[in-house]
Nanobody
Framework: QVQLVESGGGLVQPGGSLRLSCTTS????????MGWYRQVPGKQRELVAT???????NYADSVKGRFTISRDSAKNTVYLQMNILKPEDTAVYYC??????????????WGQGTQVTVSP
């Protein structure tokens, strides 16, 4: 079983920055994709950014130019640098990863989420 743990959320003023981290544990053989999603009450979880094993990244239009996703493949860790934060970025941010565990079975795992609140 693969577990993901997010950290780095908190309260920040508009225009400020936060850096989220997501660490993994378990018998991971390889990770194909890691990413960040977010969700506000009453709405569906939405993609924020993803990064593939080869380094290709994908961003939601609403965060392009402000957020940067990066990955430390050696540590199976993913980061989300969030700059110029806006009140509409307020949400619970979830880490996601998919890949193979050591018995060659696929996994899809979510973290528990970390709250990001952007408010004066």
């Amino acid at each position: 079983q693969v577990q993901l743990v997010e950290s780095g959320g908190g309260l920040v003023q508009p225009g400020g920055s936060l850096r989220l981290s997501c660490t993994t544990s378990g018998s991971i053989l390889s990770i194909n994709l890691m990413g960040w999603y977010r969700q506000v009450p009453g709405k569906q979880r939405e993609l924020v950014a993803t990064v593939r094993g080869g380094g290709n990244t994908n961003y939601a239009d609403s965060v392009k130019g402000r957020f940067t996703i990066s990955r430390d493949s050696a540590k199976n860790t993913v980061y989300l640098q969030m700059n110029i934060l806006k009140p509409e970025d307020t949400a619970v941010y979830y880490c996601y990863a998919t890949g193979l565990v050591t018995n060659m079975r696929p996994f899809n795992s979510w973290g528990q989420g970390t709250q990001v609140t952007v408010s004066p």
